[in-house]
């Protein structure tokens, strides 16, 4: 099925690790967004990417890393995790906006 | 004490009634909004979106209303069922380019059967 795939579903981590969450999207969109989501409270941008090869901060990019590896692929790095940290993550990308984003279904990711 | 943020607007109606959740959006010059729902433990889903040239729109079930003199949306659905069980997100976006959209709280819906 066409859409945005995340992985992974659900991560632990401790305090001080790193990892990377995957995004990818068969859908042939040119830009990309990572978003967080805290309990009761809507998204907010991480970061995004417009096209291939750019990058942009969002809202919040602090302690986040993001990588746009190819036209598909979008991944999002802690390098050093932190309790703060411990959200739902989404991918989403669009082709344009008057179609509004696709969403992947998230990763829950619990920093200890 | 309470963190700002936890508790969800909320909006309870019995099945087969209508619907009406109200948002406030913070930039004049926003020119495009959306309606998504989420379903517990999944993604946004893309409901109905309406243009700043537009205070108007049907799709299936579901009407948005725009007023740009008070900055703020609104989202219909008639005739609601036990499906319509959501957190329910209005966006606003900006501009060309990577157009980026800024997210409202949410607001919890609840069908009463």
């Known amino acids: 099925n066409a859409g945005v795939t995340q992985t992974p579903k659900f991560q632990v981590l401790k305090t001080g690790q790193s990892m990377t969450l995957q995004c990818a999207q068969d859908m042939n969109h040119n830009s990309m967004y990572w978003y967080r989501q805290d309990p009761g409270m809507g998204l907010r941008l991480i970061y995004y990417s417009a096209s291939e090869g750019t990058t942009d901060k969002g809202e919040v990019p602090n302690g986040y890393n993001v990588s746009r590896l190819n036209k598909r692929e979008f991944s999002l790095r802690l390098e050093s995790a932190a309790p703060s940290q411990t959200s739902v993550y989404f991918c989403?990308?669009?082709?344009?906006?008057?179609?509004?984003?696709?969403f992947g279904s998230g990763t829950r990711l619990t920093v200890v | 004490g309470e963190s700002v943020g936890l508790h969800l607007p909320t909006l309870s109606v019995q099945e087969g009634d209508n619907s009406i959740i109200n948002c406030a959006y913070s930039n004049s010059a926003s020119d495009y909004f959306i309606w998504y729902k989420q379903e517990s433990g999944k993604g946004p889903q893309f409901i109905i979106d309406i243009r700043s040239n537009m205070d108007k729109r049907q799709g299936q079930r579901v009407t948005v209303l725009l007023n740009k003199t008070v900055k703020h949306l609104s989202l219909q659905i008639a005739a609601t069922q036990p499906g319509d069980s959501a957190v329910y997100f209005c966006a606003e976006g900006l501009g060309q380019g990577a157009q980026k959209l800024v997210f409202g709280q949410g607001t919890r819906l609840t069908i009463n059967p």
């Open positions: 989403a990308s669009i082709r344009t906006l008057n179609y509004g984003y696709t």
